[in-house]
């Protein structure tokens, strides 16, 4: 045990070459760029592999099946080289009494060093039952398990915002992750998040030792500051009052914009359009439909999905753009400026609302 | 006398619990619990039909895209649509794609670890390692450099812990592979764990990403144009291609070839794990429409007490086949505890009764599980690959004989070896090799048309709500990896009003009838040796064999929303 990554990778006959190499790619692969690399190289010469345990509430397990997707750097290597898994009902090999025991000897050993990764909303009507493990509440485990923690971190929206078990009328009273721990929690959003968004944000973590930088909604902003619409390829026809009509249509063919059809990208923060998923294969909006909005707080009652944005309450100047599709080159504009100002004063309006609730509570 | 619990059971999706009662060394009876709940078809009432794949397909991250199939072809069923034949073929290679990947993820990364010591692989010499992988497989990569490399890359994580494969049951006599098997089980571990993000992305070309790929009431949503950059075009289909090939190669050198290796060591588990005697599947991959199953390549029907020369029909929409109890659930029915209820009449008031948590034991509770209780005209059923294949045989469809036969010739087991733990995990791989098959020939259909531009993808007839009739119904059946799935759902003025779910983990994992008859689960632990109650792991491999997922199995249902007053929400 105690090994430095430096140290383990001698151990395997690595060369410092070798070692250097690794340590771009991994500084990469963290979103930092090359002037990060002597960082990451000292990181990696002190640090041990940092004991990480996965935690797995009320969710559908796609988050740990994206994680697995991951290319930069593959899930094997991360399992064997960057962090040291000790928990995850998906994979472990343990079961039963042998599991609870790898999850508390984990804790006992690295207290105040450890760092939490939790899939899944947390039920809290009733006395906690709508989620049991061990007989335990899920409530009950999360707080022994993040009570001394190093870092908290709530993958996919069930963690982050409560996602589909939340949606009304929220049977078990399914609770993001943020609400129930008394401490800062790093919210990284979407249904699920993005494989390589997840393996950069437990790399910005366990290689520098950092949190990366937040927004004011716990997300990380390399990845959740900029909306889907604003880095999307087809934005241009947008601008230019191309818009699909039905899918399948002659548009669709062309790769025109999916406003029409009900995106919701204008008001979806999330790097699905430059990160792209599945190694970059392709994303949502590249396929031929809109997006959905999954990364968003409360997204599953912002529909109907194949409503278009304009028609919702509050959004009425949003109609500008609308409009666009059948008086090309009049409103195209005034459209863009309107729909750019609505959607940041929304998002301002979602954060106060947030901090709100949060005075409210405290 | 002792009751041993497995609480949580890992490597499944989902939160399960098991208890066994083992006396003189031997299971004599189980309880199988599912312990989480998220309420899922309250929340889809009074949504926009069309919108329901994309919750419904949140049931699940592991076989994503099934509900999601199950809910697009419900409304289309309600509603009337026929897809067009090019959109069915992506869904068929959309659904054909997830049964080799999620088979072959089960049996590595979920199923292998029950029977692959892998700190033993550590004592394997890399080069006999070599010589007998080369024996039954021609991959490229098995050879003494790989295996000395996974090795020492296994010994030096050893040194560092663990990790994932902390506190296993390694060491206990019930792992029988040479440290060779092991080494090369281990080994292809690794390797699949790494291919498996690349098949996945036939999901991301036609759905935009996985897990959670797009689907579509009337279609799919890609659109194919071999002219045009956007669309689906010759580059893509390419991508395709080149990972439908690679896919071939890791199903056929790889998966099979180790399946069939490491089950020759265990051929005592023919004997145990059987289970039920009747087998369900809906049957899969339509080929001239969903409203035609005889052109089904997996056919539809049911098999009793494992009698292979009959075939009887499945009818969904009949109120007196398929029918839930609740009568071990934590629910409550208005006609009592034990009736049972079709889909589309059912009603369902969440009711735990359990003990207050923390608890150590269910024992003592009539009710003890978050799963309802499916049933076939009253008879518990198996449902997933085996089940599917036994159909299949049964029916005559000489391609799934042959294959069968072949296999258990490989194996020198009798056919009677189906019934088993090791029966249902290598019908599985049948299951992969099949699918692998239909997947290449899909795909060739596929190009055909692209070739002779058929390549409409929607059918938008019926899109707007303003076409769809004041009252609807409908049922969608899919046979996902893990089994028979369903979606009943009834459509009232544009809006969902009511929406029932009954999934394989449903069938195979929920706890006894009103008649106190066994579902698979438990029916199939009974019987089975347990060396060390200290650690079961003969429990975990007949559990594993049905690969659970219970996130599918638990949900909440209530119509018109006529029982909310009495819900105990808060």
Redesign the interface.
């Known amino acids: 045990?105690?090994?430095s990554i430096w140290q383990?990778m001698q151990?395997?006959?690595y060369s410092r070459r070798d070692f250097l190499q690794f340590c771009a790619a991994a500084a990469t692969a963290a979103g930092l760029g090359q002037s990060a690399v002597g960082q990451v190289v000292s990181a990696f010469e002190k640090k041990e592999?940092p004991a990480v345990v996965w935690m797995?509430?009320?969710?559908?397990?796609?988050?740990?099946?994206?994680f697995?997707?991951?290319?930069h750097p593959?899930?094997?290597d991360a399992?064997?080289d960057v962090?040291?898994?000790?928990y995850?009902?998906?994979?472990?090999?343990?079961?039963?009494f042998?599991?609870?025991?790898?999850l508390n000897d984990t804790i006992k050993n690295n207290k105040g060093k450890y760092i939490v990764l939790v899939e899944g909303a947390v039920?809290t009507?009733?006395?906690?039952?709508?989620?049991?493990?061990?007989?335990?509440?899920?409530e009950?485990i999360l707080q022994t398990v993040a009570a001394d923690a190093a870092a908290v971190v709530a993958w996919g929206s069930c963690a982050s915002n409560g996602?589909?078990?939340a949606?009304?009328?929220?049977?078990?009273?399914?609770t993001p992750i943020h609400k129930l721990v008394d401490k800062p929690v790093i919210n990284v959003p979407g249904?699920?998040p993005i494989?390589d968004v997840m393996m950069a944000v437990v790399t910005h973590l366990l290689v520098l030792g950092q949190v990366p930088a937040l927004d004011s909604l716990g997300r990380p902003k390399e990845f959740y500051g900029r909306r889907v619409h604003d880095t999307c390829y087809?934005r241009p026809n947008y601008d230019a009052g191309l818009f699909v009509e039905?899918?399948?249509d002659e548009n669709?063919?062309?790769?025109y914009c999916l406003y029409k059809m009900g995106c919701r990208g204008p008001v979806t923060y999330n790097a699905?359009s430059v990160v792209k998923?599945?190694?970059g294969?392709?994303?949502?909006?590249?396929?031929?439909?809109g997006c959905?909005g999954?990364s968003e707080e409360g997204f599953?009652d912002n529909?109907?999905?194949?409503?278009h944005l304009a028609s919702f309450p509050g959004f009425g100047i949003e109609s500008t753009a609308d409009t666009v599709g059948t008086v090309v080159g009049i409103a195209t504009v005034a459209g863009v400026a309107a729909h750019a100002v609505v959607t940041n004063i929304r998002k301002r309006s979602v954060i106060a609302e947030v901090h709100a609730e949060d005075q409210k509570e405290s | 006398m002792a009751r041993v619990v497995v609480d949580p059971v890992t490597r499944i999706e989902g939160h399960l619990r098991i208890e066994a009662v083992v006396e003189n060394g031997v299971i004599t009876d189980a309880f199988s619990a599912g312990t989480m709940i998220r309420g899922l078809e309250k929340i889809l009432i009074g949504r926009d039909p069309r919108d329901a794949w994309a919750i419904t397909e949140r049931v699940c991250g592991v076989c994503t895209t099934v509900h999601a199939l199950a809910s697009v072809r419900s409304v289309e069923d309600a509603l009337g649509i026929a897809v067009p034949p090019t959109a069915e073929l992506i869904r068929n290679i959309m659904m054909a794609t997830l049964y080799v990947q999620d088979h072959v993820v089960h049996f590595y990364h979920l199923h292998a670890l029950d029977w692959v010591d892998i700190v033993n692989a550590l004592k394997a010499d890399p080069k006999k390692a070599a010589e007998l992988a080369q024996s039954f497989s021609k991959w490229d990569k098995n050879t003494p450099a790989y295996f000395s490399s996974v090795q020492d890359k296994i010994k030096s994580f050893a040194a560092s812990g663990l990790g994932i494969f902390a506190n296993g049951y390694w060491g206990h006599p019930a792992y029988k592979l040479p440290p060779e098997v092991n080494l090369i089980a281990v080994a292809h571990y690794l390797d699949a764990l790494e291919w498996q993000k690349e098949i996945v992305k036939i999901h991301a070309v036609f759905g935009g990403k996985n897990p959670h790929p797009n689907y579509l009431v009337g279609g799919v949503p890609c659109s194919i144009d071999a002219d045009e950059v956007a669309a689906i075009n010759s580059e893509r289909l390419n991508l395709v291609a080149r990972l439908i090939s690679q896919a071939d190669e890791f199903v056929n050198q790889v998966y099979i070839p180790d399946l069939l290796a490491v089950a020759s060591f265990y051929k005592d588990w023919a004997k145990w794990g059987g289970g039920l005697k009747n087998y369900l599947s809906y049957g899969e991959y339509p080929t001239k429409g969903y409203g035609q199953p005889e052109s089904f390549k997996y056919p539809r029907g049911v098999v009793l007490n494992r009698d292979l020369s009959h075939v009887y029909p499945v009818n969904p929409r009949d109120s007196q086949e398929i029918k839930e109890y609740i009568a071990s659930s934590w629910y409550s029915y208005d006609g009592g505890n034990d009736v049972g209820i079709h889909p589309w009449a059912g009603e369902t008031k969440i009711n735990y009764t359990g003990p207050k948590p923390p608890f150590e034991t269910l024992e003592g509770f009539a009710k003890y599980s978050f799963l309802k209780t499916p049933r076939w005209k009253e008879n518990p059923m198996e449902v997933g690959p085996l089940a599917r294949l036994l159909v299949a045989y049964a029916s005559g469809h000489t391609d799934v004989q042959e294959l069968v036969k072949d296999t258990l010739g490989k194996l020198s087991v009798p056919v009677d070896a189906l019934f088993s733990t090791l029966g249902r995990t290598a019908a599985r791989g049948l299951d992969a090799a099949l699918a692998m098959i239909w997947l290449k020939e899909f795909f060739a259909e596929l190009m055909g048309r692209v070739k002779t531009r058929e390549t409409s993808t929607f059918n938008g007839e019926r899109w707007e709500p303003k076409s769809w009739p004041a009252e609807a119904e409908g049922v969608g059946l899919v046979e996902a990896p893990r089994g028979s799935l369903a979606h009943w759902i009834k459509i009232k003025d544009g809006k969902i009003d009511n929406y029932q779910l009954v999934v394989p983990t449903t069938w195979n994992g929920s706890p006894r009838d009103a008649k106190g008859q066994r579902s698979s689960f438990e029916a199939s632990l009974i019987g089975t040796p347990v060396a060390n109650i200290e650690m079961p792991v003969e429990i975990i491999r007949t559990i594993h064999s049905f690969d659970p997922c219970l996130a599918c199995a638990v949900h909440l249902y209530d119509p018109q929303g006529k029982h909310l007053h009495q819900v105990s929400f808060e």
């Not at chain 1, 697995?68 to 290319?71: G, L, M, P, Q, T």
């Not at chain 1, 962090?83 to 000790?86: A, F, T």
């Not at chain 1, 995850?88 to 039963?96: V, Y």
């Not at chain 1, 669709?252 to 790769?255: D, H, L, N, P, S």
Request: glycine content about 10%.
């Open positions: 045990m105690g090994l383990s151990q395997k006959g592999k797995h509430f009320q969710e559908c397990t796609c988050c740990s099946e994206s697995i997707r991951s290319s593959i899930v094997v399992l064997l962090l040291s898994l000790n995850t009902e998906t994979l472990m090999a343990a079961s039963g042998q599991a609870e025991k790898s039920p009507k009733d006395g906690g039952v709508y989620c049991m493990i061990g007989g335990k509440t899920a009950s996602c589909v078990q949606a009304k009328p929220n049977p078990t009273g399914a249904c699920p494989a087809r039905s899918f399948d669709a063919r062309k790769g699905c998923w599945n190694e294969t392709s994303y949502p909006i590249q396929s031929g439909h959905i999954c599953w529909g109907p999905f194949y409503q």
